[in-house]
């Protein structure tokens, strides 16, 4: 059974940090793709960032934020800095297989920045 589980949100000030954390299980962690999403409360869900061997990141978290993960640890990190309160969201990790469709979603860990 595959597993992703957050941890590391909370409240910070603007201009804060905090670095989030996504364990997963139960998948061969190597062969996807891992991302973070982010929902805002009456907003969709959006993309925030993914890492392959490479990165990308959407464009209001360019300089901000930076994807990492630690294939031994089965692990997938978030470092967030110069943190915004239009930052404020859940944010949600997602595995995404090099090959195949099927996905997997982490429950979520709630982010909020005080302006």
């Not at 949100?9 to 996504?22: F, N, P």
């Not at 890492?51 to 967030?80: E, H, P």
Request: proline content about 3%.
């Amino acid at each position: 059974q595959v597993q992703l589980v957050e941890s590391g949100g909370g409240l910070v000030q603007a201009g804060g940090s905090l670095r989030l954390s996504c364990a997963a299980s139960g998948l061969t962690f190597s062969s996807y793709a891992m991302g973070w999403f982010r929902q805002a409360p009456g907003k969709e869900r959006e993309f925030v960032a993914e890492i392959t061997g490479s990165t990308r990141y959407i464009d209001s978290v360019k300089g901000r934020f930076t994807i990492s993960r630690d294939n031994a640890k089965n692990t997938v990190f978030l470092q967030m800095n110069s943190l915004k309160p239009e930052d404020t969201a859940v944010y949600y990790c997602k595995a995404r297989p090099l090959v195949g469709i099927r996905t997997y979603w982490g429950q979520g860990t709630q982010v909020t920045v005080s302006s």
